[in-house]
T-cell receptor, first 114, second 111 residues
Framework: KAGVTQTPRYLIKTRGQQVTLSCSPI?????VSWYQQTPGQGLQFLFE???????NKGNFPGRFSGRQFSNSRSEMNVSTLELGDSALYLC?????????????FGSGTQLSVL | EDKVVQSPLSLVVHEGDTVTLNCSYE??????LLWYKQEKKAPTFLFML????IEKKSGRLSSILDKKELFSILNITATQTGDSAIYLC???????????FGTGTRLQVFP
């Protein structure tokens, strides 16, 4: 079974631009979550999607948005990039319906904002 | 505010040593405590703990949860260089896949 796939692996953007990251979950998984990882803050929850609906959202500004498609694939978008958005963006998937679901992570997209 | 605190932040040991990593949590609607190992990019799942006092083991790794003291430990015995990684602790919340992560413990094992 293929794992969680994130594309692209690396991105370099400049301030003010926007970026779209993609995540394909493990086959059969319906829940996709996004996390931002920085050296100072660790992993911080961005949002979670289940069956195309946002189920939960973290404390990030509105510049961060996401969506999920009918095949469970998800995208996240960051508009008007700032230097502080430089981070590793990790996507995780789970079946999404049980009380003790484990999250499986992708290898992430490393975003650098110049 | 929900928080997960890990200690120590960093640990340097020699092969064969035993290490204990600590995790304390304050998570609203707490469901479970999870441990992940992050070597390069993708955190890989180690343990999920939901009940107090029941030790989970996987080879040289073991973990236990104390829901009264809001605390968990991860033990690694007979450490190997391949154990070098960042170990992440996270609190799970009911009815969601949201995890509250600590900042991690960086373990370095030297031969």
């Amino acid at each position: 079974k293929a794992g969680v796939t994130q594309t692209p692996r690396y991105l370099i953007k400049t301030r003010g631009q926007q970026v779209t990251l993609s995540c394909s979950p493990i086959s059969g998984h319906r829940s996709v979550s996004w996390y931002q990882q920085t050296p100072g803050q660790g992993l911080q929850f961005l949002f979670e999607y289940f069956s195309e609906t946002q189920r939960n959202k973290g404390n990030f500004p509105g510049r961060f948005s996401g969506r999920q498609f009918s095949n469970s694939r998800s995208e996240m978008n960051v508009s008007t990039l700032e230097l502080g958005d430089s981070a590793l963006y990790l996507c995780a998937s789970s079946v999404g319906t049980g009380p003790n679901e484990k999250l499986f992570f992708g290898s992430g997209t490393q975003l650098s904002v110049l | 505010e929900d928080k997960v605190v890990q200690s120590p932040l960093s640990l340097v040991v020699h092969e064969g040593d035993t290490v204990t990593l600590n995790c304390s949590y304050e998570v609203t609607n707490f469901r479970s405590l999870l441990w992940y190992k992050q070597e390069k990019k993708a955190p890989t799942f180690l343990f999920m703990l939901t009940s107090s006092g029941i030790e989970k083991k996987s080879g040289r790794l073991s973990s236990i949860l104390d829901k009264k003291e809001l605390f968990s430990i991860l033990n690694i015995t007979a450490t190997q260089t391949g154990d070098s990684a960042i170990y992440l602790c996270a609190g799970g919340v009911y009815n969601t896949d949201k995890l509250i992560f600590g900042t991690g413990t960086r373990l370095q094992v030297f031969p």
